[in-house]
T-cell receptor, first 115, second 113 residues
Framework: AQSVSQHNHHVILSEAASLELGCNYS??????LFWYVQYPGQHLQLLLK??????LVKGIKGFEAEFIKSKFSFNLRKPSVQWSDTAEYFC?????????????FGTGTKLQVIP | DAGVTQSPTHLIKTRGQQVTLRCSPK?????VSWYQQALGQGPQFIFQ???????QRGNFPDRFSGHQFPNYSSELNVNALLLGDSALYLC????????????FGPGTRLTVT
């Protein structure tokens, strides 16, 4: 069965610090990978996605993620966080069975940025 | 361009009751997926509807059922509610059955007492 692991449950950073959130997935076949963000009181929004091609993908608001196939990882990074980045971040992996997409989410990482 | 909408926003039910949640997909989308997000957890896939049929299902009991209408909107029904069914229920829509990102609605917060 497919699973997604996020190792950091709660991260606290000061503004301007660099961010890296870990994500590992277990499925050995072809997967598409996503990072979603949930700001306080808002719904899930897509930050970035990887389907194929360049393993370094850039998303909105200065976020990027690197797909490392050999490590089954898709870590999220941002060089300098802002207070407005305070949110919960979810890594997700989608695999396709019978032509239909099934998405598995990690448990999420709560990021708190201190001004 | 309307995004994904869900109703109601909040709902309180008693154990043993039945509940119906509703979702309207983003304009132009024809596939709807439902997720359960318990407190402190990531969304858990319940099932996905395309062309009015359930195409994929997660590890949820038969008490969870759904429906998709010709206009692509969808309902999630839960029978014989348990306290453990208390969660945020998310609807996500996408286009087709292929490789496309999902757009999420704001969710329905269900509390079972």
């Amino acid at each position: 069965a497919q699973s997604v692991s996020q190792h950091n449950h709660h991260v606290i950073l000061s503004e301007a610090a660099s961010l890296e959130l870990g994500c590992n997935y277990s499925y050995g076949g072809t997967v598409n990978l996503f990072w979603y963000v949930q700001y306080p009181g808002q719904h899930l929004q897509l930050l970035l996605k990887y389907f194929s091609g360049d393993p370094l993908v850039k998303g909105i608001k200065g976020f990027e993620a690197e797909f490392i196939k050999s490590k089954f990882s898709f870590n999220l990074r941002k060089p300098s966080v802002q207070w407005s980045d305070t949110a919960e971040y979810f890594c997700a992996a989608a695999r396709y069975s019978g032509g239909y997409q099934k998405v598995t989410f990690g448990t999420g990482t709560k990021l708190q940025v201190i001004p | 361009d309307a995004g994904v909408t869900q109703s109601p926003t909040h709902l309180i039910k008693t154990r043993g009751q039945q509940v119906t949640l509703r979702c309207s997909p983003k304009s132009g989308h024809d596939t709807v997926s439902w997720y359960q997000q318990a407190l402190g957890q990531g969304p858990q896939f319940i099932f996905q509807y395309y062309e009015e049929e359930e195409r994929q299902r997660g590890n949820f009991p038969d008490r969870f059922s759904g429906h998709q209408f010709p206009n692509y909107s969808s309902e999630l029904n839960v029978n014989a509610l348990l306290l453990g069914d208390s969660a945020l229920y998310l609807c996500a829509s996408s286009l087709g059955q292929g490789e496309d990102e999902q757009y999420f609605g704001p969710g329905t917060r269900l509390t079972v007492t």
